[in-house]
């Protein structure tokens, strides 16, 4: 009984091969696990312990166990594998190893290759990153997503089940390194692409404008001024800044990713008003506009009306000058004076100052004058300024007139007074006169022609038959008239003759008014 178990015990190899066996699967995709599994074949035999092995290389398992799996296979698990085992019979120790068996782990998908629609775009231009990959096909059915990066930052929303990536503007800090990465949807397998240099160029700027923008319009002092700097080409950041050629000072400045940058000055004052430029800058050389002239309008203020040049009392016969001026407001203005609302003149001041007129009064010029500015920003008007015109150019101031005319002429001072008694009386009695313009009369005296005549109103012929000797050169209600101091012939037929031929009368003026 003994011998016969030394026997069995001792028997060589061969009798008892592949008493131990490896199970495991020929081909797995990556992703999948490896289940490896070594059996003995007969049962009296008790495994102690147990190793596997890769192409002769033990793996790390604990060693008391049958069955191991390797998760996530990669293809570096490829290989031959294999497994030994302790066993115990009958007090004896034994070891043995199974055969080998070959693995193969499939690619699940290539790696991705990085794509780029552009290596070295413009700033402002769009690019599209693709991750070209795709499952094997007898793995078709098998889910990607992607995700891309840039110097080790995800770029995007993060993962995403499409391969590609439009990024809408480049600019120069998006320059760097490129890759993306592709996994299952199980998160069994992840790979990433090479990486990719992109390298985004600045375009300089050029074409610098700078113009007034809003309103439309002049520009009204208290209300609001943009200035409005652009550029026609240029990429990036661009620094905007604005300035006054009198100071050179910038009024304002401002950093931004576009073509164009408003200033705006909300309340502009006429100290505002100057030349200006703007200068634009993305980091090369800084590009400045062509100047712009700022011409700040304001309203003009109430104005003020004066009258000038009147003596204790306005009496009729005065002239008076009607003044009108606002202390501020942008030429041209335009002044109108009233009287009672009714206007009397527009007058224009191009630079600046006031307007006057001349008025010669007569008793119809009475009342309320007034006066307006306009520069076509608004109109105002001034305060109301009373006038009391009284008194008449009649017969107390002529009195003098005739007592003067009589030292002269004689008895033809009496007749001047006469008749300018008539004028002014007749005036007062309601009777038409210009505004403006008085009249004059000329007397002529031919007393010194002939010192025998007599002066004697009684016997002057029809004298309002006669004609004068001067026609009207100046204002149309001027009248010239001649009047003279004579001494009736006995033949009164030849009154007319000896008058018409007097020629060397002298001319005495006297202001009379036209009815």
């Given at each position: 009984?003994?011998?016969?178990s ?6 060589p ?16 995709f ?14 009296w ?37 294999s497994?030994?085992?302790?066993a ?142 652009s ?77 000038r ?22 030429p ?23 307007a ?22 608004g ?15 009649g ?9 003067v ?23 007062i ?38 004609q ?48």
């Amino acid at each position: 009984m003994l011998l016969w178990s030394l026997l069995v015990i001792f028997a060589p190899l061969s009798e008892e091969a592949d008493w131990l066996t490896l199970e495991a699967p020929s081909v797995v995709f990556e992703g999948d696990s490896i289940d490896l599994m070594c059996q003995k074949k007969k049962d009296w035999w008790k495994i102690q312990t147990v190793v596997y092995y890769r192409d002769g290389k033990q793996l790390q398992f604990p060693d008391k166990v049958s069955s191991v799996s390797i998760p996530r296979a990669a293809p570096r698990d490829s290989g031959q594998y294999s497994c030994s085992a302790t066993a115990r019979k009958y007090f004896l120790p034994r070891s043995k190893s199974s055969r080998s068996v070959g693995i193969e782990v499939l690619e699940l998908f290539p790696r991705p290759v990085l794509t780029v629609s552009s290596y070295r775009p413009t700033e402002g231009s769009p690019v599209t990153l693709t991750c070209e990959t795709r499952p094997s096909p007898q793995r078709s059915n098998v889910q990607l997503q992607f995700c891309f990066f840039r110097d080790g930052k995800a770029l995007g929303s993060g993962w995403s089940s499409s391969p590609e990536l439009r990024v809408p503007a480049m600019w120069t800090e998006d320059s760097g390194s490129y890759w993306c990465q592709a996994e299952t949807a199980a998160l069994t397998v992840r790979k990433q692409s090479l990486q990719s240099q992109i390298h985004v160029q600045r375009v300089p700027v050029s074409n610098v404008s700078l113009e007034i923008w809003a309103p439309r319009g002049p520009v009204i002092e208290g209300g609001s001024l943009v200035l409005l700097c652009s550029v026609a080409k240029g990429t990036g950041n661009i620094t905007f800044s604005w300035h006054r050629e009198a100071t050179r000072a910038s009024v304002g400045r401002k950093t931004q990713r576009s073509l164009s940058a408003e200033l705006e000055v909300p309340a502009v004052q006429e100290g505002d008003a100057g030349r200006y430029y703007c200068r634009a800058d993305n980091g090369h050389d800084p590009v400045q506009s062509r100047l712009l002239s700022v011409r700040v309008r304001s309203p003009v203020s109430h104005p003020v009306l004066t009258l000038r040049e009147l003596g204790p009392q306005a009496m009729v016969g005065n002239v008076v000058e009607l003044h009108c001026e606002a202390q501020r407001g942008s030429p041209p203005i335009l002044y109108r004076f009233y009287h009672e609302n009714v206007t009397l003149v527009n007058i224009s001041v191009p630079s600046g100052g006031g307007a006057s007129f001349n008025l010669s009064l007569t008793a119809e010029h009475s009342g309320n004058y007034s006066c307006e500015a306009d520069n076509g920003l608004g109109a105002q008007r001034s305060e109301v300024v009373p006038l009391n015109v009284t008194g008449t150019i009649g017969c107390r101031r002529d009195h003098v007139t005739a007592r003067v005319l009589g030292t002269l002429c004689g008895g033809l001072g009496f007749i001047a007074a006469a008749l300018l008694c008539y004028y002014g009386s007749h005036k007062i009695a309601g009777g038409r006169s210009a505004p403006h313009a008085p009249s004059l009369l000329f007397l002529r005296d031919a007393s010194s022609a002939n010192p025998q005549e007599s002066t004697h109103a009684s016997s002057l012929p029809d004298i309002e038959e006669l004609q004068p000797d001067y026609v009207n050169v100046g204002p149309i209600d001027v009248v010239y008239s001649q009047v003279w101091s004579i001494q009736p012939p006995e033949n009164s037929a030849n009154t007319r003759r000896m008058i018409l031929e007097n020629k060397d009368s002298h001319i005495i003026y006297s202001d009379v008014k036209e009815t």
